[in-house]
């Protein structure tokens, strides 16, 4: 298994190529293809749901990390987990029982992962630490990609490095939101293991294949340290 993680978010890619773009990204060494899923509520944009989901299943063998900003999620496990998601990442703050919620999705056969806002204090996702198989750590507010990264998140990703190690947690810590050639090696030196970039890998002015490479490349850059040691 790798021991880092790029997961291209489909949200900048051009639907109108979605095919070509995904399989783009795939044959350039991305490792998952992130969704977002948005429902207009809990986040002001609306985006894809499971019938999108079900198309990009038919695409790619890729994993499908499915990241659903929407309330009450634990109504639509059941159809993105149907439509082939691989991992569903529910965000702490429109679950009041994240342990209930993370074991349903892994009944579902999904790895689960459970997301905070860069404004939710680390407290609120203590309870799901050691039930996730990921944690992601939202570095901008959650609705749009193209936007900038939020500095002060950095240290809530070292702060969650140090929980997981803590409790031996293999599980993925996931960064979204800004990530990019100066973002990311700040968050990897931090301890995050996965890294989603939407506007670095399909706005790069080279083509999405050069920004998966590049930032393939930054990930490789300082390999020699592992995050889990
Ligand atoms: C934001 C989404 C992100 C977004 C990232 O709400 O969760 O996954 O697509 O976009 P960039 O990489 O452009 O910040
Ligand atoms: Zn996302």
């Known amino acids: 298994m790798k021991n880092y993680i790029l997961a291209p978010s489909i949200l900048s890619a051009d639907f109108a190529r979605l095919a070509e773009e995904i399989s783009t990204v795939e044959a350039a060494g991305a490792d998952w293809i992130h969704v977002d899923v948005m429902d207009g509520h809990f986040v002001p944009n609306i985006t894809m749901g499971p019938f999108i989901v079900e198309t990009f ?3 790619t063998s890729l994993p499908l990390d ?4 929407i309330e009450k999620p634990e109504r639509y496990l059941e159809a993105f987990a149907k439509a082939g998601a691989s991992g569903l990442t529910v965000h702490v703050e429109t679950c009041p029982d ?19 806002n860069p404004e939710t204090p680390v407290g609120k996702i203590q309870p799901a630490l050691a039930e996730a198989d990921l944690i992601l750590v939202m570095s901008v507010h959650p609705g749009y990609s193209g936007q900038r990264f939020i500095p002060e998140t950095v240290s809530k990703v070292s702060e969650i490095r140090k929980k997981l190690n803590a409790l031996r947690s293999s599980a993925w810590l996931e960064v979204d939101g800004g990530i990019d050639v100066e973002s990311l090696p700040r968050m990897k030196e931090a301890g995050a293991t996965a890294f989603v970039a939407a506007t670095a890998v399909f706005k790069h002015p080279e083509g999405a294949a050069q920004g998966v490479r590049t930032l393939r490349d930054v990930i490789a850059s300082e390999a020699k340290q592992s995050p889990r040691l």
């Open 57 to 59: 299943r038919r695409i």
């Open 66 to 69: 499915v990241h659903l900003m």
């Open 98 to 116: 994240i342990v209930a919620t993370l074991r349903q999705i892994k009944s579902l056969g999904c790895t689960a992962g459970a997301v905070l």
